[in-house]
């Protein structure tokens, strides 16, 4: 069989990721048009050849059995999941924290010792690897922290895309749901029969020119988790230090009323449960 020429190979290319007789007529787009770039990759990205395509390359290497972490994902090529967790965190995470460094070394360190094993509740999930400090992370250390003491960690986004994300970075210790946090959240709070030991809120972003729609979603989720809250569970809201109470704004007033014990208040903000 004869070699494709370049220009060939680059109609051949493009006819698998727009779709069959897609190709050239996608080139032609890009050289004898002003169509953006942008515009042109959208149309590509947007086609079901496209869709099938990264179907595929998504979970074609997806097996039974144990997933082990990946931290050189999260930008950790170099982390030693052996470490204890507190090794870990002081080593390699706290470093990348930025603002939550201390709120997370609060968090961590109120935690009950063994033999409890932890039950950890997250809402919205990580969804930029290697973001640290924009994002915190979250998800990757609490899958560490599960695996060293044999917990449950449940983490929920409505986003497809942030649960694949943390798909690829957690080990089989995580347990992603993908859905509404606050629905997912009463039921989890109807099959799970003990209180979490931490419930963090972290799912609908802040608007800085309107917090309070924010603010009045993460105090539904606290309404829909009230089975899972008991005396010792800390509750953690993220960017509150985003001006006036960010994502714990209405959380705070609440907290504020029942006289609940404040652990830290920063970037972050949390509360202990009497």
Request: with cysteine; charged share 25%.
């Amino acid at each position: 069989m004869e070699p494709l020429d370049p220009l060939s190979r680059v109609v051949a290319l493009l006819d698998n990721l727009a779709g069959p007789e897609q190709g050239q007529p996608t080139l032609n787009r890009l050289l004898h048009t002003d169509d953006q770039i942008g515009s042109v990759a959208r149309a590509i990205a947007s086609s079901s050849a496209f869709e099938r395509l990264f179907k595929e390359a998504r979970t074609i290497d997806i097996k039974a059995g144990r997933k082990e972490a990946d931290p050189a994902y999260v930008g950790m090529p170099d982390l030693n999941p052996e470490l204890p967790f507190d090794k870990q965190f002081d080593q390699f995470f706290r470093p990348r924290l930025a603002a939550r460094a201390e709120g997370f070394a609060t968090l961590f360190r109120a935690l009950p010792m063994p033999p409890e094993r932890l039950l950890i509740i997250e809402t919205g999930c990580l969804r930029v690897p290697r973001n640290w400090e924009g994002d915190g992370q979250s998800t990757f250390m609490f899958d560490a922290l599960a695996r060293k003491r044999r917990g449950f960690f449940f983490s929920i986004d409505v986003n497809l895309e942030s649960v694949d994300t943390a798909r690829r970075a957690c080990s089989s210790s995580t347990h992603l749901i993908l859905g509404d946090s606050v629905a997912a959240l009463h039921h989890l709070g109807a099959l799970i029969e003990r209180p979490a030991n931490v419930l963090y809120l972290d799912s609908y972003d802040v608007d800085p020119g309107n917090p309070m729609l924010s603010a009045i979603h993460h105090m539904m989720e606290l309404t829909a988790a009230q089975p899972l809250i008991g005396p010792g569970t800390i509750v953690c809201v993220d960017d509150y230090g985003m001006g006036g109470g960010g994502k714990g704004l209405v959380l705070d007033q609440y907290f504020s009323a029942i006289r609940a014990e404040v652990l830290h208040s920063g970037y972050q903000k949390m509360w202990r449960m009497a």
